[in-house]
Antibody, heavy 122, light 111 residues
């Protein structure tokens, strides 16, 4: 059974660093892109970036380039999203999801993690 | 401002058929497939439709997707109270916006 499980909720202060995780199981972790999606309180889904754990090829949305770092450790089937200096505006739920290639073009997100709530407050 | 455009809200009564539109451009919907996600209150999004019109296993056939040119639509027939949720369209994008773009989401209310 394919599963994508994320780390638990975090409460941080502005300026602190943070790394949240996303563990895939039940499939070949190195053969599927993993994507990260932000959902701010009461708002829609925003694409952040993707990583291919097989070779760590990473693509960022222009809105998030330089703001976060996406990485993966294929030895433990885990992807990460990290911040070096959090801001209050980073308060949101962060989802990771597995991408599967469409038989035609593009990809779709077929298995989603449960989400990680990050709260940044002084 | 989302790259794909959806109406912010839609509504219907039980048993009705409702449609939700999604408008894009030649770099996304016009050249790539469209996917739809359902987000029930307080839960993670779930894949509802992929490759324009395919349903994953377990998704009722009341849900259907279609695409024409740079626009796509999600139709829900036989509306049920449990369909009340937020619906998002998404597509691969070949421009600097990509590689993935979402619509702003449509909140469906079952009256």
């Amino acid at each position: 059974e394919v599963q994508v499980v994320q780390s638990g909720a975090e409460v941080k202060k502005p300026g602190e660093s943070l790394k949240i995780s996303c563990k895939g199981s039940g499939y070949s972790f190195t053969s599927h892109w993993i994507g990260w999606v932000r959902q701010m309180p009461g708002k829609g889904l925003e694409w952040m970036g993707i990583i291919y754990p097989g070779d760590s090829d990473t693509r960022y949305s222009p809105s998030f380039q330089g703001q976060v770092t996406i990485s993966a450790d294929k030895s433990i089937s885990t992807a990460y999203l990290q911040w070096s200096s959090l801001k209050a505006s980073d308060t949101a739920i962060y989802y990771c999801a597995r991408l599967t290639p469409d038989i035609l073009t593009g990809y779709y997100l077929d298995y989603w993690g449960q989400g990680t709530l990050v709260t940044v407050s002084s | 401002q989302s790259v794909l455009t959806q109406p912010p809200s839609a509504s219907g009564t039980p048993g009705q058929r409702v449609t939700i539109s999604c408008s894009g451009s030649s770099s996304n919907i016009g050249s790539n497939t469209v996917n739809w996600y359902q987000q029930l209150p307080g839960t993670a999004p779930k894949l509802l439709i992929y490759s324009d019109s395919k349903r994953p296993s377990g998704v009722p056939d009341r849900f259907s997707g279609s695409k024409s040119g740079t626009s796509a639509s999600l139709a829900i027939s036989g509306l049920q109270s449990e369909d009340e949720a937020d619906y998002y369209c998404a597509s691969w994008d070949d421009s600097l916006n990509g590689p993935v773009v979402f619509g702003g989401g449509t909140k469906l209310t079952v009256l």
